[in-house]
Structures are given as structure tokens and as C-alpha cells.
């Protein structure tokens, strides 16, 4: 069934405002008897299938300032995945401190706040995991945005006391050797004074964590906040600022991750199940595992064929709305169990250049920042999710195919978490949204795929401009 609007009254900028419910009942055929008929623009429905297929996520941008991901997590589907991170340390100004002579160390230790965890049976929230550290050979920096860590970059000595068995508790408590207290109480005065000269002397530390026994599955994803992260090193030695005095206690708080980065690693053995051809399932990993993904010229090819079969001109379609579902089946369809094998959304991911053209980012489509666009978000009683995509869709159509192999990255899409944040001024009282590809939170779910009966699907409301 077609809806009439007349073109002059149409202006399909509105982009899907003309879907919005309102409060005011309108009358919006008032004056359409007023207008020629071949004036006037037809709004239209098309769905095809969504051409998913699985592809890892590379380039997934792993420099942060408040998280920490560790853990390790196997399952049948999709094998082995492995977080790891590394993060700075430098003290606080030591100007006046007077730590006096013949420092001998006690102990020294570290503290890490969980904040969340993720394991695929419950009964594996206390698991033991085995965490070790190890000094880094380099400061983690913006040379170094991407979770990769090469052999090269740790002593592979470690710097923990090789008993640290960590059970999920809300603080991850981790015992150093007291050599390595010892070395950096040798830090000379400078060196204690300057973040940066610190940090050139003992570089960051890298925590990594055990993987399951071979043959096993489960495990647990666990990530901490570095807000708040602290190294001590409690040492006694002999005052001298007066003779006569006792030895006394003292220790030393070193923060980790202050006003600098910290930068996760992971691994994951479901490469192998990437496939342009998948059949009745397409999988769907967190952080930077196997994903669903749109080739842009597989999309290109669809819409050019439907335009052609319709006898359109691609420059005259106007795009009012495009919505992708993704709809998946589960042996259990509880609340629990869904939230365990998928996130709260699954949204587009394109590669974007930085400001200055120096690395590629993983971001959502410009559309989520539309306040009237669904986001991707889980419909748990329908068993999908949906989400509005028609900014893009309105280029692809209009566009012609070479425009889109020239900037693929642009159009290409990997179906992720987008995290959302907002900030606001107190001086203005306004407020901005900020969303961004979630690298902290780890799942193992499967979608229906194109050859599913209830198959990924694109919908689009459209109209053609009249010459």
C-alpha cells in the first residue's frame, strides 16, 4: 500500500521524520487535492536478505585510561580466547620525603579493583586463575594503539612471587618479589620526581593470566578498573635527619595507570571460522573476535540489482529509513542465559582515520547519534536485534560502485558493541553523547544466518523524486 505525499510539501531531508509519532494528530493529506498528481512521491518498502558474513576485527583500538581486561576463556565454538594487559606506573612527587639509609624491603605487593566478569557457567565465578607480571621493555604509549604484544616487548622473567591464584574477588591482590621493590627503591632523586623519567628507567608492567587445562572448557574474563590501581612496597630503614632514632616502617604508594595508558591484549582461536559463505549460523564474539560483517560490495551489489530490476535511477531514490534485523535462536531463552551469549547491542562498526590521519579506529555509523534511531539494541522477546542504518544506505544507493571500492573502509561494516558516554558542563548545563567500540566486554553467541529460515533481513521506506 502507498502512502501520497505531494512534493511540495516534501522535504526528504527530513530523513525519517516524517516516521516520528507525535502527540498532535496531523492531518497529512491537507492540500494533496491541490497538487498535480505526477507531482506527487510514493513512499515505498523493500527487504532483502543482509549479506552477513564472519570476519575477526582488526585494528581494534586498545589504548584506554580506565579499564583492564585479564582472563582467559575457552568454549566448543570458538576455542581459546586470551586477554592480557600492560599499564604504567610512576610515584606521586617524593620532594619531601626522607626515606633516610639501609632500606631493607618487607614486602611488596599490588591492588586492582574488578569491576565486572564473564564466564559462560556460573559455577565458574570462583575458578582459581593463575596471574603472573612481568616487567615491559617499553612504556606503553600512542605509538602503540592496537592489541598486539610481540615476544620482544617483556622480560619474560617474572616479577611476581609465582604463587598468586586470583578467585574473582572484588580486589586482585598480587605479591612481588622484593628484588624488584628493591630496584625501584634504588630511583634516584630525579627519576622519583619525574613521572616521565621513571617511566624511561622501568618501563610498565604486563599482567597475564593462565589458560584452562588443555581439553577443558569455561574459564572467566575478568576486568579491572586502573582507577584507584596501586603498587606498595613497604620497606624499614634508619632515619637521619636526627642520630638516636629508631629504624622505623614506612611504604611507598605508587600508582598505576595515573594521567597515563594502559593497553589490552588478546588473542583468539576462532580465526579459522571466518567464512564469506556462511550457511545457517554467522558467529558473534566480543572485543576484537569473530564478527558479522557486511563486505560493502556485496551490499552494493544488492541494492544496484534491486534498482535495476525496478528500473530505477540510483541518483533519484530517496532512502526515508533503513533497518537491519538480526535475528538469532537460543536452547534457552532466558533473561540469564541471552545476556551470557549476546551484549546489550549489536551496531555497525566502520574503520575511521584519526583527526590527523595517523591510525585507523573502529567507530559506530554516524546514524547512532540520531536521537530517532534505534541503536542496535537487543530485543530479547523477539529474539533479534535492530537498528537503523539509513545514512549509509542513502550513499550506497546514490552512489556509484567505484566511489564505494575507493573507500570500502567507510562503508564496510562490523556488527560490535557500541558503548555510550556522556559528558556534561556544569558552567552550560548542556551535555554531549560520545559512543564508541566496547573493547572491554567479552561474549560467544551465534546469529541466524543468510541461510537460516528466519534470515538476517535490511528493510528500507523509500521514495523516487519525480523529473
Given at each position: 500500500m502507498h502512502s501520497i505525499f505531494k512534493a511540495a510539501a516534501?522535504?526528504?531531508?527530513?530523513?525519517?521524520?516524517?516516521?516520528?509519532?507525535?502527540?498532535?494528530?496531523?492531518d497529512k493529506t491537507l492540500g494533496a487535492d491541490n497538487i498535480p498528481d505526477e507531482q506527487a512521491l510514493q513512499l515505498q518498502t523493500a527487504t532483502f536478505h543482509l549479506p552477513l558474513q564472519t570476519k575477526m576485527m582488526d585494528s581494534l583500538q586498545a589504548l584506554t585510561t580506565s579499564y583492564a581486561v585479564l582472563?582467559?576463556?575457552?568454549?566448543?565454538?570458538?576455542?581459546?580466547?586470551?586477554?592480557?594487559?600492560?599499564?604504567?606506573?610512576?610515584?606521586?612527587s617524593t620532594k619531601k620525603m626522607n626515606w633516610g639509609n639501609d632500606r631493607r624491603i618487607k614486602q611488596v605487593y599490588l591492588t586492582i579493583q574488578r569491576t565486572s566478569t564473564t564466564t559462560i557457567d556460573e559455577s565458574q565465578k570462583g575458578l582459581p586463575q593463575n596471574i603472573h607480571v612481568y616487567r615491559m621493555n617499553r612504556v606503553v604509549d600512542t605509538t602503540s594503539r592496537y592489541g598486539y604484544i610481540k615476544s620482544s616487548d617483556y622480560n619474560h622473567t617474572p616479577v611476581d612471587t609465582g604463587s598468586v591464584v586470583y578467585t574473582g574477588s572484588d580486589t586482585l591482590r598480587i605479591w612481588l618479589k622484593n628484588s624488584f621493590g628493591k630496584e625501584i627503591l634504588s630511583a634516584t632523586q630525579l627519576e622519583l620526581d619525574s613521572s616521565a623519567k621513571f617511566m624511561d628507567r622501568f618501563k610498565a608492567l604486563y599482567f597475564t593470566c593462565d589458560s584452562p587445562e588443555d581439553g577443558t572448557n569455561g574459564g572467566r574474563v575478568n576486568v579491572f578498573s586502573t582507577s584507584g590501581a596501586y603498587l606498595y612496597i613497604t620497606f624499614n630503614f634508619q632515619p637521619t635527619w636526627k642520630s638516636g632514632l629508631d629504624r622505623k616502617d614506612t611504604t611507598m604508594m605508587i600508582p598505576l595507570a595515573d594521567n597515563t595508558f594502559t593497553q589490552n591484549f588478546s588473542s583468539y582461536e576462532s580465526a579459522p571460522l571466518e567464512s564469506a559463505d556462511p550457511k545457517e549460523y554467522v558467529m558473534a564474539e566480543g572485543i576484537g573476535g569473530l564478527k558479522p560483517y557486511v563486505d560493502p560490495m556485496v551490499l552494493k551489489d544488492t541494492l544496484d540489482n534491486w534498482i535495476a530490476k525496478k528500473g530505477y535511477n540510483p541518483k533519484k531514490v530517496l532512502i526515508g529509513k533503513a533497518t537491519y534485523k538480526l535475528p538469532f535462536v537460543t536452547d534457552n531463552s532466558t533473561v540469564s542465559f541471552i545476556n551470557k551469549c549476546f551484549p546489550a547491542n549489536l551496531y555497525p562498526m566502520s574503520k575511521e582515520w584519526d583527526s590527523n590521519g595517523r591510525f585507523y579506529y573502529f567507530a559506530p555509523l554516524e546514524d547512532i547519534y540520531s536521537l530517532s534511531n534505534n541503536a542496535g539494541d537487543i530485543n530479547r522477546s523477539q529474539s533479534n536485534f535492530n537498528g537503523d542504518i539509513s545514512s549509509l544506505i542513502q550513499k550506497m544507493v546514490n552512489k556509484d560502485k567505484s566511489e564505494i571500492q575507493s573507500e570500502w573502509k567507510k562503508y564496510a561494516m562490523w556488527f560490535s558493541t557500541a558503548n555510550e558516554s556522556t559528558t556534561s558542563s556544569y558552567l552550560t548545563g548542556s551535555s554531549s553523547t560520545n559512543y564508541s567500540a566496547d573493547a572491554s566486554s567479552y561474549y560467544v553467541g551465534k546469529l541466524n544466518g543468510p541461510l537460516h529460515t528466519n534470515y538476517p533481513t535490511i528493510e528500507i521506506v523509500y521514495a523516487i523524486m519525480n523529473d
Open positions: 516534501l522535504s526528504f531531508a527530513i530523513s525519517i521524520s516524517f516516521l516520528a509519532s507525535s502527540c498532535i494528530e496531523i582472563g582467559a576463556l575457552r568454549t566448543d565454538e570458538f576455542g581459546l580466547a586470551k586477554f592480557s594487559f600492560a599499564t604504567n606506573y610512576a610515584p606521586y
